[in-house]
Every structure is written in C-alpha cells, then in structure tokens.
C-alpha cells in the first residue's frame, strides 16, 4: 500500500519507491544548481561593481555600497559614491535584467517553436526596433527628449512583427516554423527600409542611428530602470506560470492539444509575451545578440530541458553572461565597449562549441 | 466506461476528395477494439476525429451523449488520451519527467507526489523502471513506444487511442504491449482503440475489429466475424490463408500474382524488364 509522509511518499513497491527517490534527489540537485548560480551571479555582480575606468578600491565600492543600502534617499557626497551609486548600479542591474529577460524570451522561444535558433529577434524584433529608432533619429521625433522618442518609437516598431504573426494566425493556422518565416520576412522588410533610411539621412544622424543599433549599456540610468525591469519582471512571471504549456509543445502541437492545451492561442500568448520583453530591453540598450539564443543552451547543459527549471536556470544564466560580458567590455579599453560587441564576439564561439558538443542532431 | 458515437461522420481536406464518408459507429464497451485499413483509408484521421485534432467536414461525435463540439480540449484531455505515431520532441527530457506531462490534465504547474506516484507506476507497468532517470533521446524506438504508452496511461483516461503503437516494437513487445491493452481495458473499464496493421497480433489481442474501406465501415465485429479470407483479400488485395489457432483466426500472406499490379515500371526493370517470376 501507498502512503504519505509528510512530501515524502512510500511504496511497498520498491521500484516505485526507487523511481520517487531518484526524481526527488535529482530535482534536488537541479534546485542546489540553481542556487548555486544565484551566488555566481551575486558573485558577478559585486565583483562588476568595482571594475571601471575611473579606479575605485574594493573596500570603498562596497562602504559606499552599504551607505546607500542603509540609507537609499541619502544625498550624494563624493564623486566615488556618485560613480558607484549612479553609474555602476544601474548599470549592473540594466545587465542582470537584460540578460535575464532576453534569455527567458528565447527558452521560451526555443521550446514554443521546437527550434534550437528561436530567440526573441527571430520573429523579427531587433529589426523592427531598429527602424523604429532609426526614424526617430533620423526624423528628430522627440517625445519630451529626442532618447524618449527614440525608446517609445523602438518598442512600439519591435512588436509590429509580432502584430504581424497574429494578424496572419487569423488566417492561417500558425505553425511555429510558419512564425519564424512571418518573422523573418518581416525583418527583411525591415532592414531594407531601414538601411534607405541610412542612405538618406546626413552622416551625423547616421552614426547616431549606427550607434543606436549596437547594444550598449552606457546609456543605463536609474530613470530607465524601473519601466525596463517592470516589462520584463511581468513577462518572465507570466512566462514561468506557462512552462507545463511549453513542455507538451515541445512534444508536438498535436500532442499537447491532446492534454488540453490550446496550442494556437497559447503560442500567441508568449509570442506577445516575449515580444514586449525584448522589446522593452532593446528600446533601451540596443541590440544584445546571442543571449537569448545561448543562455538556454548552456542552461539545458546542466538542468535538462523541462520548463519548469529550464526557465529560471536560464534567466540567471542570462544575467550572469551579460554581468560576464559587461566586466570584459569594461576591463579592455578606457570607455566601456558596446556590450553587443563582447556578447556577440564570445557568443559566437560558445555556440560553436555548443553545436559541436551536441549529442542529438537537432541542429 | 465512455460510450463514443459518431454520426453521419464525414472528412475530407477538398471536397471533391473525400477520405471518410458517412460514418455511423457506436462504441460503448470498455474492450481493446482494433482499427484495420489500408494505407491512406482514413485510420488515423477517423481517430484525429475523436479527440479533436481534426473537426469533421459534417457529422458529428458524442462522449456520453454530449457533442465534442462542446468539449474544452482540457476537459476532453481528462476523457481521452493520445499516443502519437511518433514522438516529435525536440528537447528530450528524462523518460520520468515525459510521462508525468500524462499528469498535465489533472494538476497545476508542479507536479504533487501523487503524480510522480501515478507515473512511476505506468513506467514499471511497461516493464521502464530501469529507464526511468536517462533521457528519452537515449531510448531505442521501442523503448520510446513504451514510454509513449505509460505517458498515456498517466492521463488516466477513459478511452486511450493510439496511432500504431507496435509499429517500432520486435515480436514480443508487440505481443505484450497489445496484451496489456487489452487487460487495461478490461480492469481499468478503459476504452482502447489503436491502429493496427499486424493482422495476426490483431487477430490474436482484439476484442472487435473495424475495418475501414472505401472511406466508410466495410466490416466491424470480433475478429472471427471480420478477419476473412474475403474481407483481408478486398481489403488489402493480397492473397491469404486464413486458419484457426488457439481459438482465434491466423492469417498466412501469400505471394501471388495479385502484387504485380502494384509493382511499377522502375522496379519491373531491375528485373531487366522481365516479369517479376519465382524462378
């Protein structure tokens, strides 16, 4: 007979009962793992904090660090508290959320369209807030100031694929390889304007549009902060209380209509979801490539490929590598590189290796 | 027990092309019953009907005099479950944490001790238990067939349908798996209806065959009453044997001249253009 102790359950069937254990123990692990890159990250992101051009010792960066933790409405002194507390903060946590919801955004692509390539610039997102930067820059569309018109016009331009995708889904039924081809062909639509608008414009306002496309965190403010975190602290939230959903699609559309999940209108659910995330990062920092795409993988590496962990690994997986990447941009040269450089320029090879180390031909 | 009706059920994709036309079946006993065809009869879409994945150009279908039409596919998933012909996972989980998806009907996002209970039991049931912690990716075909099956029976569903699932296992599994079916049919009061292209495993497991022929119900009964010399022969147009083993038909296949037909040009000329012959 089975019966309950407690969370534990016990069997007079002694493969039952060995079965139970072995899923509890490697749920444990899998848990500790998490915990485990919770302190890397915290890790990370202190040892972040003291790296910059303008030198700051360890010990000041973290007296000042516990100054205004006791006492965050206390005025700013000194110029080290004014580097640290304005500069570096936001621009640590701009990286912990950034990485954080573009890895998200793409593990819940990868899984909703069953493809290893998916990550939130597929459906065509980076493209559509390109242009939507680009004419702001180029046509000086200033809502308040000429960086909130470019914000605004970014986010609003990176959810027209997205638009697009379900316009067409009333159509036609929307296959996840039919989504990715929407995106694509959106991009490319995309590109092709925003590459006239270039050719157009004088080449100081295209420089400005050129900057705008490279990823950077330069421009993370604590006044940004909290719409950017807020966007994506929802869309991550909603996107966790969906992973049983994202589990059956990767087993086929037809197989988790069969456990009662409405494929269709689930799928455009964390389209939008992941759309308004990634939206809601770049329109701030600019393209950061390769996140969203190799987070998930490194995370599946370690925590498999059930949601349910999936997720959250990759969310701390995406916040360590951009927290990583950040150091690296800040450590070569006296200005800090464009973090969309350095993600891109180690990316690249990790999902080389990533791709050469796969067991299952997926790719 | 769940009575299932279909009425009037037709299906096509063009309507010049019809693939099931007029269907009437009642199935009201909780029995291993066999579906028989040949390729492209309409098996697995006359099964896609039952469970929603295809709707019916007209007809319709009842559970328990209710129409599907007015089913949730979440309350439907209570009902019925699905084995696929193939698994089409992407990212290969463990075989513990594929069959606890059986369990998404039934709880929330976690999964209760229960559940792992409920799906440890259908792992060992399918004889998995030492497969339990390795990756579905690392399985043989056979072994993700089992897997497929457990995952079902963790639905705990009133009616399993299931699209070949012998179709990757060797003799024996085929023999055990088809024999299990029917024994949960029987103790569970499951409705079990599978696609099956073995006639003999058919013949030896099932409680009621139906055999589907020019996009209607040519024949449906036990299997002394629809696997005939004459039904297999208009069914398949092959020759065949039909005897009598442990009470139940056994069909012997014959090769005969009723293949050339089938044989084209290509293949005729690998036999440099001759007839294909014995000698």
Same mark, same amino acid.
Request: hydrophobic share 50%; aromatic share 8%; glycine share 8%.
């Given at each position: 007979?089975?019966?309950?102790?407690?969370?534990?359950?016990?069997?007079?069937?002694?493969?039952?009962?060995?079965? =139970? %254990?072995?899923?509890?123990? @490697?749920?444990?692990?899998?848990?500790?793992? &998490?915990? $485990?890159? +919770?302190? /890397?990250? !915290?890790?990370?992101?202190?040892?972040?904090?003291?790296?910059?051009?303008?030198?700051?010792?360890?010990?000041?960066?973290?007296?000042?660090?516990?100054?205004?933790?006791?006492?965050?409405?206390?005025?700013?002194?000194?110029?080290?508290?004014?580097?640290?507390?304005?500069?570096?903060?936001?621009?640590?946590?701009?990286?912990?959320?950034?990485?954080?919801?573009?890895?998200?955004?793409?593990?819940?692509?990868?899984?909703?369209?069953?493809?290893?390539?998916?990550?939130? =610039? %597929?459906?065509?997102?980076? @493209?559509?807030?390109?242009?939507?930067?680009? &004419?702001? $820059?180029? +046509?000086? /569309?200033? !809502?308040?100031?000429?960086?909130?018109?470019?914000?605004?016009?970014?986010?609003?331009?990176?959810?027209?694929?997205?638009?697009?995708?379900?316009?067409?889904?009333?159509?036609?039924?929307?296959?996840?390889?039919?989504?990715?081809?929407?995106?694509?062909?959106?991009?490319?639509?995309?590109?092709?304007?925003?590459?006239?608008?270039?050719?157009?414009?004088?080449?100081?306002?295209?420089?400005?549009?050129?900057?705008?496309?490279?990823?950077?965190?330069?421009?993370?403010?604590?006044?940004?902060?909290?719409?950017?975190?807020?966007?994506?602290?929802?869309?991550?939230?909603?996107?966790?209380?969906?992973?049983?959903?994202?589990?059956?699609?990767?087993?086929?559309?037809?197989?988790?209509?069969?456990?009662?999940?409405?494929?269709?209108?689930?799928?455009?659910?964390?389209?939008?979801?992941?759309?308004?995330?990634?939206?809601?990062?770049?329109?701030?920092?600019?393209?950061?490539?390769?996140?969203?795409?190799?987070?998930?993988?490194?995370?599946?590496?370690?925590?498999?490929?059930?949601?349910?962990?999936?997720?959250?690994?990759?969310?701390?997986?995406?916040?360590?590598?951009?927290?990583?990447?950040?150091?690296?941009?800040?450590?070569?040269?006296?200005?800090?590189?464009?973090?969309?450089?350095?993600?891109?320029?180690?990316?690249?090879?990790?999902?080389?290796?990533?791709?050469?180390?796969?067991?299952?031909?997926?790719? | 027990?769940?009575?299932?009706?279909?009425?009037?059920?037709?299906?096509?994709?063009?309507?010049?092309?019809?693939?099931?036309?007029?269907?009437?079946?009642?199935?009201?006993?909780?029995?291993?019953?066999?579906?028989?065809?040949?390729?492209?009869?309409?098996?697995?879409?006359?099964?896609?009907?039952?469970?929603?994945?295809?709707?019916?150009?007209?007809?319709?279908?009842?559970?328990?005099?209710?129409?599907?039409?007015?089913?949730?596919?979440?309350?439907?998933?209570?009902?019925?479950?699905?084995?696929?012909?193939?698994?089409?996972?992407?990212?290969?989980?463990?075989?513990?944490?594929?069959?606890?998806?059986?369990?998404?009907?039934?709880?929330?996002?976690?999964?209760?001790?229960?559940?792992?209970?409920?799906?440890?039991?259908?792992?060992?049931?399918?004889?998995?238990?030492?497969?339990?912690?390795?990756?579905?990716?690392?399985?043989?075909?056979?072994?993700?067939?089992?897997?497929?099956?457990?995952?079902?029976?963790?639905?705990?569903?009133?009616?399993?349908?299931?699209?070949?699932?012998?179709?990757?296992?060797?003799?024996?599994?085929?023999?055990?798996?088809?024999?299990?079916?029917?024994?949960?049919?029987?103790?569970?009061?499951?409705?079990?209806?599978?696609?099956?292209?073995?006639?003999?495993?058919?013949?030896?497991?099932?409680?009621?065959?139906?055999?589907?022929?020019?996009?209607?119900?040519?024949?449906?009964?036990?299997?002394?009453?629809?696997?005939?010399?004459?039904?297999?022969?208009?069914?398949?147009?092959?020759?065949?044997?039909?005897?009598?083993?442990?009470?139940?038909?056994?069909?012997?296949?014959?090769?005969?001249?009723?293949?050339?037909?089938?044989?084209?040009?290509?293949?005729?000329?690998?036999?440099?253009?001759?007839?294909?012959?014995?000698?």
């Amino acid at each position: 007979m089975l019966k309950k102790k407690g969370k534990d359950i016990v069997s007079s069937d002694e493969d039952v009962t060995r079965m =139970y %254990t072995s899923y509890r123990t @490697s749920r444990s692990k899998k848990l500790l793992a &998490i915990i $485990i890159l +919770f302190v /890397i990250l !915290i890790a990370a992101s202190l040892y972040g904090l003291t790296v910059g051009s303008y030198p700051i010792s360890f010990q000041e960066v973290y007296e000042i660090l516990l100054k205004r933790l006791s006492d965050l409405w206390a005025a700013i002194g000194s110029v080290d508290e004014r580097v640290v507390w304005n500069q570096r903060m936001p621009r640590l946590l701009t990286a912990i959320v950034a990485g954080a919801g573009l890895a998200v955004a793409g593990a819940a692509m990868q899984s909703m369209m069953k493809n290893p390539l998916a990550d939130p =610039y %597929t459906t065509g997102i980076s @493209s559509g807030a390109s242009f939507g930067a680009v &004419i702001a $820059i180029a +046509f000086g /569309i200033a !809502i308040g100031t000429l960086e909130t018109g470019t914000t605004i016009l970014a986010f609003v331009f990176a959810l027209v694929p997205a638009a697009v995708i379900i316009l067409l889904s009333t159509f036609k039924k929307t296959s996840p390889s039919m989504m990715i081809l929407a995106g694509l062909s959106v991009m490319y639509i995309f590109n092709a304007m925003t590459q006239y608008m270039m050719l157009v414009v004088d080449s100081e306002t295209m420089e400005a549009a050129y900057q705008w496309t490279i990823g950077t965190l330069n421009k993370a403010s604590w006044s940004t902060l909290p719409i950017m975190a807020g966007v994506t602290i929802v869309g991550v939230f909603a996107i966790m209380c969906m992973t049983k959903y994202l589990n059956a699609m990767n087993s086929g559309d037809n197989y988790a209509k069969t456990v009662g999940v409405n494929v269709g209108r689930i799928r455009i659910f964390i389209l939008v979801l992941v759309s308004i995330i990634a939206a809601g990062i770049v329109s701030f920092t600019g393209i950061i490539g390769f996140v969203g795409l190799v987070a998930p993988h490194i995370t599946r590496i370690f925590l498999g490929s059930d949601n349910k962990l999936l997720i959250p690994g990759s969310m701390l997986v995406g916040a360590i590598v951009m927290v990583a990447c950040d150091i690296v941009a800040k450590s070569f040269t006296t200005v800090a590189l464009p973090i969309g450089i350095v993600t891109s320029f180690i990316g690249g090879p990790v999902f080389l290796f990533l791709i050469i180390r796969q067991k299952k031909e997926i790719w | 027990m769940t009575e299932i009706r279909l009425e009037k059920l037709c299906f096509s994709y063009d309507p010049a092309v019809p693939i099931l036309k007029d269907i009437d079946l009642v199935i009201d006993k909780p029995e291993l019953v066999c579906i028989l065809g040949a390729n492209g009869a309409g098996k697995s879409t006359l099964m896609h009907c039952i469970n929603k994945l295809s709707i019916p150009t007209s007809g319709d279908v009842y559970l328990d005099g209710k129409n599907l039409k007015e089913f949730h596919l979440k309350d439907l998933a209570k009902i019925i479950s699905f084995v696929p012909h193939q698994e089409e996972t992407t990212f290969s989980m463990s075989v513990l944490d594929t069959v606890l998806m059986g369990r998404i009907p039934h709880s929330g996002n976690l999964m209760s001790s229960d559940d792992i209970r409920i799906a440890a039991e259908n792992i060992k049931l399918l004889e998995m238990q030492d497969f339990a912690m390795h990756n579905f990716d690392e399985l043989s075909a056979g072994q993700h067939q089992k897997v497929m099956i457990a995952r079902s029976l963790t639905q705990e569903p009133k009616v399993m349908l299931l699209d070949e699932p012998t179709a990757n296992l060797d003799v024996k599994y085929q023999m055990l798996v088809m024999r299990m079916l029917r024994d949960v049919a029987k103790i569970k009061g499951i409705t079990v209806i599978t696609i099956c292209h073995d006639l003999n495993v058919t013949a030896m497991y099932a409680d009621r065959v139906v055999m589907l022929y020019n996009k209607g119900i040519y024949a449906d009964g036990t299997v002394a009453e629809v696997l005939t010399k004459e039904n297999i022969e208009l069914l398949y147009g092959i020759g065949c044997q039909v005897m009598e083993v442990q009470g139940r038909p056994h069909i012997a296949l014959l090769d005969g001249d009723e293949l050339d037909s089938h044989i084209g040009d290509n293949y005729q000329s690998l036999n440099g253009g001759s007839e294909v012959t014995d000698e």
